[in-house]
């Protein structure tokens, strides 16, 4: 497909002024995108648009970075599908960069941890009702409720969350597929080894006493095997990054949620800000590649197949089970998050203000957070 660097310059520029404005979470940004390139620039058509919309929701990765990856492959060959993907990034790493750093020259300060203090129970609001409404489009039937309620109690229990992504994925091709299926290559099924790979390369390299290896490492098996809302790359965190090897605390995991919340752009922007937390900066620059390097990596493979992808009935049953586990992780992880956000009568206030404003109106999670972050400080303050 050819390219002119015309071309490339115009899809870094829409791409790069995307990721500054675009709040809201994945919806908002893919609204944004076909706006942009459907109805005002005519890039694509809206069945072209509505195609790689579908094949983003049957893969692994962020939904908005690989239709950017789409839209600049399409409009200016190899190198938009670089350009538009890293323009998107940039913003939020940049942004996630300078709050990091602010965090951890100022975050233990009395101010700074009053900020956080009204932030945590806003950003618990915005989880809980992330699970409650992903629960109404992933909870279709009573099989997707049941393995959903199997994969909560599992998580409960400690079993890896790898694990139980795959295991669900398989159970759900055994549900709404013919077994006969099994037997056939499919698109969905070329991804697994790698995520096999991914999750087993942390243990064998454990010898090695170098954070940013295994920190690159983590983040690669995040962004390979990352279904769903990109909430579920908290649980992956609480279960490496806090517990296995005990680089941050339940409570940096929080604030590491809420600078997610402030930023636009995807919502893995904040590995920037706990891979700097882990490594300063190198740390948040490995972190950064290596959880999106793999949306490239897929976009590239599945954009010549994405009419097989979406045929794919294999494919289709393989992603409810999966929407079905990232419900109950979503759900466990807060639950795990909860007792260090909610500690008195004052954030009980704050997660409720939070839970009542996000499901009767269409509020930004930035303002939410913003007006948690006033609420703390007031809070601070008066006491």
């Known amino acids: 497909m050819p390219s002119n660097w015309k071309d490339i310059l115009t899809v870094s520029g829409l791409f790069f002024k995307l990721g500054l404005i675009s709040f809201g979470g ?21 069945d072209h648009f509505l195609d790689l919309l579908a094949a983003t929701n049957l893969v692994p990765g962020p939904n908005a970075t690989e239709m950017a990856i789409h839209v600049g492959y399409v409009r200016a060959g190899w190198l938009g599908f670089i350009a538009a993907g890293a323009a998107f990034i940039f913003p939020a790493f940049l942004i996630s960069l300078v709050l990091s750093w602010i965090y ?86 070329m991804f697994l080894p790698l995520g096999s790979l991914l999750y087993a390369a942390p243990k064998v ?47 940096q995991l929080i604030d590491a949620i809420a600078v997610g919340q402030m930023t636009p752009g ?5 590995a920037t800000f706990i891979g700097y937390l882990v490594s300063g900066w190198p740390g948040a620059l490995v972190a950064t590649i290596a959880v999106f390097l793999p949306s490239f990596v897929i976009v590239a493979v599945i954009g010549p197949i994405i009419p097989c992808l979406r045929q794919s009935r294999t494919a289709q049953a393989f992603l409810k089970g999966v929407n079905a586990a990232v419900v109950a992780l979503i759900l466990a992880v807060s639950l795990t998050l909860f007792r260090s956000a909610i500690v008195d009568v004052w954030t009980v206030f704050i997660l409720a203000a939070g839970l009542v404003t996000l499901l009767r109106t269409k509020a930004d999670s930035f303002w939410l957070v913003l007006g948690g972050a006033v609420l703390g400080m007031i809070h601070f303050f008066v006491t």
């Open 26 to 46: 994945p919806a908002a940004h893919v609204a944004l995108m076909e706006q942009e390139v459907v109805r005002k620039r005519g890039w694509l058509d809206r």
């Open 104 to 189: 951890v020259r100022f975050g233990t300060m009395p101010e700074g941890q009053a900020l956080f203090y009204g932030i945590n129970p806003i950003v618990m609001a915005i989880i809980l009702v992330a699970t409650y409404r992903l629960g109404k489009t992933a909870l279709k039937g009573k099989w997707q409720v049941v393995l959903s309620v199997i994969a909560f109690g599992a998580a409960l229990l400690g079993v890896n969350e790898v694990l139980i992504l795959l295991i669900a994925g398989m159970i759900g091709i055994l549900l709404y597929a013919p077994p006969s299926w099994l037997q056939k290559k499919t698109p969905v099924a």
């Open 205 to 251: 390299l454990a010898w090695v006493d170098n954070r940013l290896v295994l920190l690159g490492l983590f983040f690669l098996k995040v962004g390979t095997l990352l279904f769903g809302s990109g909430m579920v790359l908290f649980a992956f965190i609480q279960r490496d990054v806090v517990d296995r090897y005990g680089w941050l605390s339940q409570q």
């Open 266 to 270: 995807p919502v893995l922007s904040s």
